[in-house]
């Protein structure tokens, strides 16, 4: 194969700049056509596209929604879904899917939330999930659902500068978050529900006044944690989002109990009342319930009742926008160097007071690496430089806790940590990363990762360990022009005559490398 120089062209189509010097950014060509988000709820799924142009706000041209129900197929134990959800998920999956044909990669966006957060045994539907999308599926954690909701409820309503606190009832969670004008000033994610207070405490299908009282009383102790909090920080304004909220704003509104969008004290009091007058859940019949919102109300309600008692909300008004507009908008955020995965690397970066002169230096040199193996391994398309210029920038945050095992430490920080705008497959990605950059590499480690990032990201892993063991002695312009080529079956380096006769201690590195990457099965040369 031929041989390249370190020194070549930069990664086709990525800029270099900023941010740890080699912070990889998308081009702004990327801004334009199609772009999709697809919110995998544990009640609904949901599909938005719009066509974005530079400087335009996005065109919405197709939405897609569909009662799942996801949350009632998880066993007792959470560890699967039932044959029978996942089928109903599937077909919905497929008629999203072929709306997304032809859709560029990096222009769609798939999150899951509670329920495939929860379900330990999911991976054969998520693999057959993604098969019938067409598009990989991020699993976000709860604190980056919260993120993205109020960003969603925030753009659909132009936030200002007063202070608004955003209730959004999904299925499996209910997210509470304060914020001013685009950003979050707290926010939490609570274990409660509409399907999975209805499945705990309207089992039978009927409707106890017992029953619902219980379901009040369990939704007020989970917030009991944040309400002094966030009453603390307080607020000019309740927001409301998604299905259950919006189901109960327009039963307010039909019933003439409120108007405008609005929900008040009353007339939740009211609905309650009314809710009463029927003993099966699937006898409700009051003006504006669906046929599929009704199936899981009772929970819903008990939910946002309580919300309103612990929070000491009096009115809330209505959103449009939701989950899926926040991963939109978050998506052109990304294309447009807004990526809030940047904003957490750098706030990381300065939490853990690592060392920027050096974490620059690894990540020009695992910059230079990667320009020339991306080719012959594969990584070309997709995201995977920015993740090594994450993991090459973060890779000694452990050092915060103990020197001592500091590469374990920084991988726990990454899988554990809220990190904004990263999935958790990405936490995970970057934590084997940067958990496995010295000393023995674990591949079975790797298991824990969706099957097609496995080999990328053990590729990546290489390339880290490598920069950093070349930059071993922290000096700044110590290395020369080396020259690097790759095949499915390893890497070479090339070094100028003699020089790593004068480099004992880069030579003996090498060596020992050499051994260490033995259970990848990449082989490592040099000379």
């Avoid at 941010?19 to 599909?47: P, Q, T, Y």
């Avoid at 405490?201 to 944040?226: H, S, T, V």
């Avoid at 993740?387 to 430490?409: D, M």
Wanted: proline fraction near 3%; charge should be neutral; hydrophobic fraction near 40%.
């Amino acid at each position: 194969m031929r041989r390249r120089s370190s020194q070549a062209g930069g990664i086709r189509d990525i800029v270099w700049t900023g941010c740890g010097v080699g912070m990889a950014r998308w081009n702004r060509d990327r801004l334009k056509g199609e772009i999709a988000a697809v919110d995998l709820g544990s009640s609904s799924f949901h599909m938005i596209v719009a066509r974005i142009q530079e400087g335009q706000p996005p065109l919405i041209l197709d939405r897609l929604r569909e009662m799942v129900r996801l949350r009632e197929g998880l066993d007792e134990n959470h560890h699967n879904i039932t044959p029978e959800v996942q089928q109903r998920a599937l077909a919905c999956l497929q008629r999203f899917g072929q709306r997304l044909k032809g859709l560029a990669p990096s222009n769609v966006r798939v999150v899951g939330t509670n329920t495939l957060r929860h379900a330990e045994k999911a991976q054969g539907f998520l693999r057959a999930a993604e098969a019938a999308l067409g598009h990989p599926i991020q699993i976000i954690s709860g604190d980056e659902e919260a993120r993205l909701i109020y960003l969603g409820v925030a753009q659909s309503l132009g936030f200002d500068d007063q202070e608004r606190l955003v209730i959004d009832i999904g299925g499996g969670s209910t997210e509470c978050i304060i914020g001013r004008r685009l950003k979050t000033l707290d926010r939490e994610s609570l274990a409660m529900g509409s399907v999975s207070y209805t499945q705990r405490f309207f089992a039978n299908g009927g409707i106890q006044k017992k029953a619902y009282k219980e379901a009040e009383i369990a939704a007020l102790r989970e917030l009991q944690d944040i309400s002094v909090r966030f009453r603390r920080l307080g607020w000019q304004g309740a927001v409301g989002a998604s299905g259950t909220i919006r189901s109960v704003a327009q039963i307010a509104s039909l019933c003439s109990w409120s108007t405008g969008g609005v929900i008040t004290r009353e007339a939740l009091d009211l609905l309650r009342k009314r809710m009463f007058e029927f003993d099966r859940i699937e006898a409700l019949d009051i003006p504006g319930l669906s046929v599929e919102r009704k199936l899981v109300f009772p929970g819903g309600l008990a939910v946002l009742r309580a919300a309103f008692k612990a929070l000491g909300i009096e009115r809330m008004t209505v959103a449009d926008g939701a989950l899926r507009e926040g991963v939109l908008h978050d998506l052109i955020g990304r294309m447009i160097e807004e990526d809030m995965r940047e904003q957490t690397v750098r706030g990381m970066k300065e939490r853990y007071l690592v060392d920027e002169a050096h974490a620059a230096h690894v990540d020009q040199v695992a910059a230079r690496l990667f320009g020339q193996v991306c080719g012959p391994w594969a990584l070309e398309d997709g995201e995977w430089a920015l993740y090594l210029s994450w993991a090459a920038t973060l890779h000694e945050i452990g050092l915060a806790v103990s020197h001592s095992q500091y590469h374990k430490h920084g991988a726990y920080l990454l899988a554990n940590s809220d990190m904004a705008g990263f999935s958790q497959q990405e936490q995970q990605m970057l934590a084997f990363m940067v958990g496995s950059h010295r000393r023995k590499l674990n591949t079975s480690d790797l298991q824990g990762l969706p099957e097609p990032s496995r080999v990328p990201v053990l590729r990546l892993c290489i390339l880290l360990r490598l920069a950093v063991l070349l930059t071993r002695n922290r000096i700044p312009n110590y290395l020369p022009d080396f020259s690097v080529d790759a095949d499915g079956r390893g890497i070479e380096l090339g070094f100028p005559d003699g020089w790593l006769a004068e480099h004992a201690l880069t030579r003996a590195d090498l060596n020992q490398e050499q051994g260490l990457l033995q259970p990848s099965e990449m082989r490592l040369a040099f000379g």
